[in-house]
């Protein structure tokens, strides 16, 4: 079945977060490197990655992606693929990071505004109904085999693992996900 709609996860998939945790660390006064350490052994340890807030003993700060946090191959392939699919991008992160992607893709979505987090087979469900598609049309990037990859395939997506990010390094893509790099590969793998 040919792929409709393509779906991206955000961060560590269109964004980097680098900035974005440099950011944060600098709000909540703690150096960068202890929050990346951090941050790196909970990824590590399959912890949710939001704790690191906890186990520094400080408030989670806010901090929002910029437009400069783009990855270099994003734009480009976001507006490759406008042409052919229908194109979206949703993952785990605020209402406001929606409207920074709104100009870029068909539609947006965040957990913070459908209120279900990714992996939840309920946040797959919600993006499907969005995309106006039938699952098996649907091919959802991501950099997470936890959060994306898994999910998306169980959801019966087509699911693209994405090797960038923390996670993208340290998690294998079980059998039935396409592999990447970079998103400039992304075009050439789809069905």
């Known amino acids: 079945m040919a792929i409709e709609v393509v779906v991206f996860d955000i961060?560590?998939?269109?964004?980097?977060?680098?900035s974005a945790w440099e950011r944060a660390a600098a709000a909540a006064g703690v150096?960068?490197?202890t929050v990346m350490g951090i941050l790196g052994g909970l990824a590590a340890r399959g912890e949710h990655h939001s704790r690191v807030w906890e186990l520094l003993g400080v408030?989670?700060?806010?901090?929002e992606f910029a437009a400069a946090d783009f990855y270099p191959d994003a734009e480009p392939c976001l507006e490759r693929l406008r042409g052919?699919?229908?194109?979206?991008?949703?993952?785990?992160t605020?209402?406001?990071?929606?409207?920074?992607?709104?100009?870029l893709v068909d539609f947006v979505g965040s957990s913070a505004g459908w209120g279900v987090e990714k992996p939840a087979?309920?946040?797959f469900e919600r993006l499907a109904r969005e995309a106006g598609a039938e699952p098996a049309k649907i091919?959802?990037?991501?950099?997470?085999?936890?959060?994306?990859?898994?999910?998306?395939?169980?959801?019966?997506?087509?699911a693209v693992h994405i090797r960038r990010g923390p996670w993208g390094y340290l998690h294998e893509a079980p059998g039935g996900a396409l592999r990447i790099r970079s998103l400039d590969e992304l075009p050439s793998v789809l069905p």
């Open 11 to 18: 961060g560590e998939t269109l964004v980097d977060e680098t």
């Open 31 to 33: 150096p960068a490197f």
């Open 59 to 63: 408030a989670r700060p806010a901090a």
């Open 84 to 92: 052919t699919y229908r194109v979206g991008a949703v993952g785990n």
């Open 94 to 103: 605020s209402v406001e990071t929606e409207e920074l992607l709104r100009p």
């Open 121 to 123: 087979q309920a946040f």
């Open 139 to 158: 091919a959802y990037v991501g950099d997470r085999v936890d959060n994306d990859v898994e999910p998306a395939l169980a959801a019966g997506m087509v």
